[in-house]
């Protein structure tokens, strides 16, 4: 059973692997030529380049998922062309153990997801954004690229996080309780200490009821609750935090009296992200043993790409929709998960 076992593995993690680097691949060429256009004499081509690389581990993590159904089929495809599953069937092998064995290097492909989206993506990518705002903005204020943020009364523009913990570009504007605009002020860098952020040359305008004040600093204290793991979850995308930065993250809004659903959206998209690969792996298995027995590589090709899309469809279009109506996020990336999982078991009880 051992070598059964290795000879499925073979086969469904080669085609998923060859999958994922193609799909992967193409949506890294994709976003280079998206890159052209924002090319300057600061962002240089050898620049858009070394963006799309330290981006290529979170597309690669976003489409495991299509690349396991879609490889799971080609893989399973092939041994049912050649009538090496009839082959196990006849040799009394059950279809429950060519499952299982299928199943073992899917886990080895689960746990290899966990481990990109919680130690790779979210350094790779906010290294990535950093490295293209700074390119894009560097030090000048308000730049159109970077990120806005709020705390408390006070909005935050920054135009670029470092990993390191140091900031280019911050510039806020502190607001009263009349809503009437009380000071802004912009800094040119800024790094971590403890307890908040030590500011370097600074710009500052007071505004008074008949009269401004301007006055320059070189350095000052800046207290805030923000720290350089909080205000990564700020710069990337909630899908490239990890699973514990976005609980820690969605605390601290909820805490500011933020609207957090978009991060406890993407916190239960990370969190479910292993039984989403297990279900989709279980619909491709039912499509080998049943609709998909005898058909050709690119029909089934075309039916891996159609289930992905749909079931991803399907969880894009219910996440905005558990903030629209209210329903809980959990519900939204678990329905179309189920029913993969039902879909698949119906198919394979009915092929007995």
């Not at 799309?52 to 049912?80: D, K, Q, V």
């Not at 943020?149 to 502190?174: K, P």
């Not at 050709?296 to 790409?305: D, M, P």
Request: hydrophobic share 50%; net charge negative; with cysteine.
């Amino acid at each position: 059973m051992r070598k059964l076992d290795l000879y499925l593995a073979r086969h469904v993690l080669g085609a998923t692997l060859a999958v994922l680097l193609i799909i992967g691949g193409l949506d890294g060429l994709f976003a280079l030529v998206d890159q052209l256009e924002d090319l300057t004499a600061q962002y240089r081509l050898f620049d858009a380049m070394q963006y799309i690389a330290l981006t290529l581990p979170g597309r690669l993590y976003e489409f495991i998922p299509m690349s396991a159904l879609i490889g799971c089929l080609l893989g399973l495809g092939a041994l049912a062309t050649h009538a090496e599953l009839t082959v196990m069937r006849a040799a009394g092998i059950s279809v429950g153990r060519i499952i299982w064995g299928v199943m073992k290097p899917v886990l080895m492909l689960v746990l290899f997801a966990v481990a990109l989206g919680e130690f790779v993506v979210p350094t790779a990518e906010q290294s990535a954004e950093s490295f293209r705002s700074y390119r894009l903005s560097g030090d000048r204020a308000l730049a159109v690229r970077g990120v806005w943020h709020r705390d408390g009364e006070t909005y935050i523009h920054i135009n670029s996080v470092a990993r390191d913990g140091q900031l280019h570009g911050v510039t806020r504007y502190e607001f009263g309780d009349d809503n009437r605009l009380l000071r802004a002020s912009f800094a040119t860098y800024g790094h971590y200490v403890e307890g908040g952020w030590q500011l370097e040359a600074i710009r500052e305008t007071r505004f008074a009821e008949q009269r401004t004040q301007v006055a320059v600093m070189d350095q000052e204290h800046w207290e805030v609750e923000l720290t350089p793991e909080l205000l990564s979850a700020v710069t990337i995308d909630p899908l490239d935090l990890s699973i514990s930065g976005l609980w820690r993250y969605t605390d601290y809004l909820n805490r500011q009296g933020l609207s957090a659903s978009n991060y406890e959206l993407a916190f239960w998209n990370k969190s479910l992200l292993p039984l989403s690969i297990l279900a989709l792996v279980l619909v491709a298995v039912s499509f080998i043993f049943g609709p998909l027995r005898s058909v050709t590589v690119g029909q089934r090709l075309v039916a891996g790409i159609i289930v992905g899309m749909v079931f991803k469809l399907a969880q894009d279009i219910l996440g905005p929709a558990s903030t629209v109506f209210g329903f809980p996020p959990v519900l939204s990336v678990l329905l179309p998960i189920v029913i993969c999982l039902l879909a698949g078991s119906w198919l394979l009880k009915r092929a007995g």
